[in-house]
């Protein structure tokens, strides 16, 4: 019970929903949500726990980065996260995904960006 209470708190917030939405294409770096989002690094984190703890991302590192997809594991899960992104207007997420594919394309042609720098030590 406590488990399908966490699914649903998760789904109760409208930055995660985002994310969701972001990532019903495929699997993203944290600074590329960050990038979509426009916002700090530690917020889109939190989220991201949030989704993961409900068991509706699984996470992946890759050297200093993590990576982030929809978990498909728990058929319920997995069948209740593409019913509610499905009706997630298109027009909602639209600037997100304008920034996203912006961020890719300057990452693609390696031009540095505030949201995936080194850090330094």
Not at 22 to 35: F, P, W
Not at 50 to 74: C, F, N, P, Q
Request: charged share 35%.
């Amino acid at each position: 019970m406590r488990d399908l209470a966490n699914v649903f708190k998760a789904l109760s917030d409208e930055t995660r929903l985002r994310i969701l939405k972001l990532l019903e294409h495929g699997e993203l770096c944290v600074c590329d949500i960050v990038a979509a989002f426009n916002i700090v690094q530690p917020k889109v984190s939190f989220h991201l726990r949030v989704l993961k703890t409900a068991g509706l991302l699984k996470d992946r590192k890759e050297g200093k980065w993590m990576h982030y997809k929809i978990d498909d594991s728990d058929l319920f899960k997995r069948l209740l996260v593409l019913s509610v992104i499905e009706k997630i207007p298109e027009n909602n997420v639209q600037e997100d995904r304008r920034r996203l594919e912006e961020f890719m394309r300057n990452k693609a042609q390696g031009q540095s960006t505030s949201a995936c720098k080194e850090k330094k030590k």
